[in-house]
């Protein structure tokens, strides 16, 4: 054999590698309708290659048999450590792989038993309350609050961090009470911690586990606290009503039994939205039992509408064209109910089958901003009232917006939110971007005041100056480790933020002080 045959023949390898490097910077950097998707074939063609190099180095390399055998020997060696080591812990919000430390502390195992505390914690409301999903009006917006922007000279404090248990729940905070759900064990609970030191108050059943590989465990739902009572609602459906100051159930509803419900594939993530003598939920039963509301005195039926099956978002109370409406947005459309009577109003197709998670959000004019993952993208409807119903028009859609969990908000003019995991300004006059910058993944936002308060998917916390001009990025801090799509909380200027690990509570300096 001639000395030229035998020469290393490395341009299978140097092929693998380039296409490799290739797939991933397109998935990263991307502007596709489905981002995700990037990733998966990205990572389709990484477990291809991993074997077809093997098979190359082993077979068709023409390397010295040595070499092969101690390069085999190193391949395997260093597999056996990284996963001796390591494990594949969970998925992100594009579906690429989490790893973690295998001897990481982990807290499923927690104790699932009913605790209350002897300290006397404040119940009563105040001004500073965050008393459900999305902030006191349920809109992802917190008034009277100006926060410092410079974090160097005005670093956030931690005031305490605790392990909890899984669950995508945020927090209601109703004076010095912070309440919860997170899976212990084998049960759903319902918690209740001291605002002021993450001292454990009280733990209440919440049901049944819930259990999802890809869409991690436990409970999704924040719970609302209205009049000294909490309501929740657990993964699969079980409705509670709880004393915020002991935790005592005062009734309970199975709503996926009681509508005949269908229940979603990642869980119930929606919120319970409590107004008059009403708590609605979003069940997603067959025969007028899509949307329903129970006596929230005593948990007896009241009345149900629609036919649509479960979305993710939570019931929104607004008025729009003069007209009082609970607007939701379900599996495969977005409508709008009489709060009196569970009668649809209106009623447009909205979806693919993907998950539709984030909430419409109202704007001036009478006109509803509407979006969705998953490609979906974007559209703004006109809301107008006519003789005997209010009217629908859709006046545009665009993919410059396609928010997956993360809910949006509006600031002089313009709307803020994550498209696809990237942070984006459009002007929803007309759906024009104005810019897109900062990758915080699939997280949270707060507008407290005139600033975004983000968190990232990876747990840290920024604050964004909202302008049309460029994307502003004040300040930023490392909080949270792992996965946090938990919505955020915040009360005056203490912020409380968890994922399915741990929470933490950060004080925040204000602007002035």
Same mark, same amino acid.
């Given at each position: 054999?001639?000395?030229?045959?035998?020469?290393?023949?490395?341009?299978?390898?140097?092929?693998?590698l380039?296409?490799?490097?290739?797939?991933?910077?397109?998935?990263?950097?991307s502007?596709?309708?489905m981002?995700q998707?990037?990733?998966?074939?990205?990572?389709?063609f990484?477990?291809?290659?991993?074997?077809?190099?093997l098979?190359w180095?082993?077979?068709f390399s023409?390397?010295?048999?040595?070499?092969?055998?101690?390069?085999?020997?190193?391949?395997l060696?260093?597999?056996?450590?990284?996963?001796?080591?390591?494990?594949?812990?969970d998925?992100?919000?594009?579906?690429?792989?989490?790893?973690?430390?295998?001897?990481a502390k982990?807290?499923?195992?927690?104790?699932?038993?009913?605790?209350?505390?002897?300290?006397?914690?404040?119940?009563?409301?105040?001004?500073?309350?965050?008393?459900?999903?999305?902030?006191?009006?349920?809109?992802?917006?917190?008034?009277?609050?100006l926060?410092?922007?410079?974090?160097?000279?005005?670093?956030?404090?931690?005031?305490?961090?605790i392990?909890?248990?899984?669950?995508?729940?945020?927090?209601?905070?109703?004076?010095?009470?912070?309440?919860?759900?997170?899976?212990?064990?084998?049960?759903?609970?319902?918690?209740?911690?001291?605002?002021?030191r993450?001292?454990?108050?009280?733990?209440a059943?919440?049901?049944?586990p819930?259990?999802? +590989?890809?869409?991690?465990? /436990? =409970?999704? %739902?924040?719970?609302? @606290? $209205?009049?000294? #009572? !909490?309501?929740t609602?657990?993964?699969?459906?079980?409705?509670?009503?709880?004393?915020?100051?002991t935790g005592?159930q005062?009734?309970?509803v199975?709503?996926?039994?009681d509508?005949k419900g269908r229940?979603?594939?990642?869980?119930y993530?929606?919120?319970?939205?409590?107004y008059?003598?009403?708590v +609605?939920?979003?069940?997603? /039963? =067959?025969? %007028?039992?899509s949307? @329903? $509301?129970?006596? #929230? !005195?005593?948990?007896?039926?009241?009345?149900g509408?629609?036919?649509?099956?479960?979305?993710?978002?939570t019931?929104?109370?607004?008025?729009?064209?003069?007209?009082?409406?609970?607007?939701?947005?379900?599996?495969?459309s977005?409508?709008?109910?009489?709060?009196?009577?569970?009668?649809?109003?209106?009623?447009?197709?909205?979806?693919?089958?993907?998950?539709?998670?984030?909430?419409?959000?109202?704007?001036?004019?009478n006109?509803?901003?509407?979006?969705?993952?998953?490609?979906?993208?974007?559209?703004?409807?006109?809301?107008?009232?006519?003789?005997?119903?209010?009217?629908?028009?859709?006046?545009?859609?665009?993919?410059?917006?396609?928010?997956?969990?993360?809910n949006?908000?509006?600031?002089?003019?313009?709307?803020?939110?994550l498209?696809?995991?990237?942070?984006?300004?459009?002007d929803p006059?007309?759906?024009?971007?104005?810019?897109?910058r900062?990758?915080?993944?699939?997280g949270?936002?707060?507008?407290?005041?005139?600033?975004?308060?983000i968190?990232?998917?990876?747990?840290a916390?920024?604050?964004v100056?909202?302008?049309?001009?460029?994307?502003?990025?004040?300040?930023?801090?490392?909080?949270?480790?792992?996965?946090?799509?938990?919505?955020?909380?915040?009360?005056?200027?203490?912020?409380?933020?968890?994922n399915?690990?741990?929470?933490?509570?950060?004080?925040?300096?204000?602007?002035?002080n």
């Amino acid at each position: 054999m001639s000395s030229e045959a035998k020469k290393p023949r490395m341009w299978p390898f140097w092929v693998i590698l380039v296409i490799n490097v290739a797939l991933w910077l397109f998935a990263f950097f991307s502007d596709g309708d489905m981002r995700q998707d990037n990733y998966l074939k990205a990572m389709a063609f990484l477990l291809f290659s991993l074997p077809a190099t093997l098979v190359w180095f082993i077979f068709f390399s023409r390397l010295s048999k040595q070499t092969r055998k101690r390069g085999v020997g190193l391949f395997l060696l260093g597999f056996a450590v990284f996963f001796f080591f390591f494990e594949f812990s969970d998925l992100s919000g594009d579906f690429v792989p989490i790893l973690t430390y295998r001897w990481a502390k982990t807290y499923a195992d927690m104790d699932s038993e009913a605790k209350t505390s002897t300290t006397s914690v404040v119940t009563a409301a105040g001004e500073a309350d965050f008393p459900g999903f999305m902030g006191p009006d349920g809109d992802n917006q917190i008034k009277g609050t100006l926060l410092a922007t410079d974090w160097k000279a005005h670093a956030p404090q931690e005031k305490w961090r605790i392990p909890i248990g899984a669950g995508w729940s945020g927090f209601a905070v109703v004076g010095k009470l912070a309440v919860t759900q997170e899976q212990r064990g084998q049960k759903q609970m319902i918690t209740c911690y001291d605002l002021e030191r993450g001292t454990a108050v009280w733990a209440a059943d919440g049901g049944e586990p819930f259990v999802s +590989v890809i869409g991690g465990d /436990g =409970p999704r %739902s924040t719970p609302t @606290v $209205a009049d000294g #009572r !909490v309501y929740t609602i657990g993964a699969q459906g079980q409705l509670h009503c709880l004393e915020l100051a002991t935790g005592r159930q005062v009734w309970f509803v199975d709503t996926l039994k009681d509508n005949k419900g269908r229940l979603p594939e990642w869980g119930y993530s929606s919120s319970p939205l409590v107004y008059d003598e009403l708590v +609605v939920v979003s069940p997603g /039963g =067959p025969d %007028s039992r899509s949307l @329903v $509301a129970y006596n #929230r !005195v005593d948990g007896s039926f009241v009345w149900g509408g629609g036919n649509d099956s479960p979305g993710y978002s939570t019931p929104q109370l607004r008025t729009i064209a003069g007209v009082p409406q609970i607007v939701v947005v379900n599996g495969m459309s977005v409508a709008a109910h009489d709060p009196q009577t569970g009668a649809i109003l209106w009623e447009v197709p909205w979806g693919d089958g993907h998950p539709n998670a984030a909430n419409p959000l109202l704007l001036a004019g009478n006109r509803l901003l509407v979006s969705s993952g998953y490609g979906i993208g974007s559209a703004l409807y006109q809301i107008s009232a006519e003789t005997e119903k209010l009217g629908v028009t859709k006046l545009y859609e665009t993919k410059r917006l396609k928010a997956k969990f993360a809910n949006y908000v509006a600031y002089e003019g313009y709307v803020y939110g994550l498209d696809d995991g990237i942070l984006t300004c459009i002007d929803p006059a007309t759906g024009e971007r104005k810019w897109k910058r900062g990758r915080y993944g699939h997280g949270q936002m707060l507008l407290v005041e005139d600033k975004l308060l983000i968190q990232s998917e990876k747990g840290a916390l920024a604050l964004v100056d909202p302008s049309p001009e460029e994307f502003r990025d004040l300040s930023s801090i490392d909080v949270l480790g792992g996965k946090a799509w938990n919505s955020m909380a915040i009360s005056g200027n203490l912020v409380l933020m968890r994922n399915h690990k741990e929470a933490v509570c950060l004080e925040l300096a204000r602007r002035g002080n």
